[in-house]
């Protein structure tokens, strides 16, 4: 007995120890990605080079044969548009500019997210194995899983080839930030369940709604830029001049359209599973209470959440509510689950106040 508790000791402590290098490493990510944003701004010569590759390819003809003769025919030019009035903008090059410096500063910034996460995730196992349960039972487990997870979709997305390394920066930036609260004002010690969350339940219910938000996220950050670079775009448009931060920022990042496409798809992804989320949550409710809704806080917070997600699925679907109108609703929506998360645990009193702070 004494020497299993030792053992737990000894875990929790190396899980403490392994967020805390995370949290170094993450820090060297921070830096290696302002590094290739500021070289990849340097190099005009780079930057025009990056430029001329985003033009549209040659022409490619078909040939046709008819009655003895040959019709050359152009192949039609296909426009995607995710919102109505979208513009045919081609995207930026990414935060390396297209120079070499930059874009080596940003596979050292990716090496070195990719060296933070599995030590994360490492003191993320640490942590499960301490207490012998889903590491996820107070605000400073949720939390550190959360990151983790977080980090690991965005990775993901790379894994598959797709153009997100600009997320990279502002991904980083909220881990960080992320962990140092968890470390600085939710840090609680290792610790059994309360009875209410002693349930397979736990594994099943809060799983998803971790990775749920952590999508949901990375969909907040591509709407947020999306803003910023629509507000650019019009500007341009309109014969405007936006300041030379506001290009070097703006001319790289993908455009409106892309983020604007890249931001619905990953909602109306994930979409289903908060829904899956949110019926798992209300089974769990009734195995453990007796009830399976009962107008508890967190309970009416993730409806709402949920209510905010599908207006924007059906803003999206609707003409005249394309573009930035749904990209505000899609915002509220993320804002109701950061508040469902900080705002219920912490200052709000209900059966769902695990906070342990």
């Not at 995730?121 to 550190?144: C, H, I, K």
């Not at 059966?351 to 702070?357: E, F, I, L, P, Q």
Request: proline share 3%; charged share 15%.
């Amino acid at each position: 007995m004494i020497l299993a508790a030792t053992t737990d000791e000894g875990l929790a402590q190396m899980s403490d120890l392994l967020v805390y290098s995370s949290m170094a490493v993450y820090t060297l990510a921070f830096f290696a990605h302002i590094a290739e944003w500021v070289f990849g701004s340097r190099s005009k010569v780079g930057r025009t080079a990056a430029a001329l590759t985003q033009q549209a390819p040659a022409a490619v003809t078909v040939q046709v044969k008819q009655a003895g003769g040959t019709a050359v025919l152009d192949r039609p030019k296909v426009v995607t548009r995710s919102a109505s009035g979208a513009r045919d903008v081609p995207d930026g090059p990414g935060a390396a500019g297209g120079t070499v410096k930059g874009d080596l500063y940003g596979r050292i910034a990716v090496s070195l997210t990719v060296l933070a996460f599995v030590i994360e995730a490492a003191g993320v196992v640490s942590r499960a194995l301490s207490v012998q349960r889903a590491p996820w039972g107070n605000m400073y487990e949720f939390s550190t899983t959360f990151s983790t997870v977080a980090v690991g979709a965005y990775l993901g997305f790379l894994l598959a080839k797709k153009n997100v390394r600009w997320i990279g920066l502002p991904l980083v930036t909220t881990v960080l930030l992320d962990l140092g609260m968890a470390v600085t004002w939710l840090k609680t010690p290792s610790d059994q369940l309360v009875p209410a969350l002693d349930s397979y339940w736990l594994w099943i219910h809060v799983s998803t709604a971790i990775f749920c938000g952590a999508v949901f996220y990375l969909g907040a950050v591509a709407t947020l830029l999306y803003l910023f670079r629509d507000s650019y775009e019009n500007k341009l448009a309109t014969g405007g001049n936006p300041s030379s931060f506001a290009r070097s920022v703006m001319e790289r990042l993908p455009s409106a359209a892309s983020l604007d496409k890249f931001s619905y798809r990953v909602n109306a992804a994930v979409f289903p599973l908060w829904t899956f989320t949110i019926i798992a949550g209300a089974i769990w409710a009734g195995d453990a209470w007796g009830r399976y809704w009962g107008w508890d806080a967190k309970e009416v917070w993730s409806f709402i959440t949920w209510v905010g997600y599908a207006a924007y699925l059906h803003a999206r679907a609707t003409a005249g509510w394309k573009g930035r109108k749904a990209a505000y609703i899609a915002l509220i929506a993320f804002a109701c689950f950061l508040f469902n998360y900080y705002g219920v645990n912490i200052f709000v009193s209900s059966k769902h106040s695990y906070a342990g702070v």
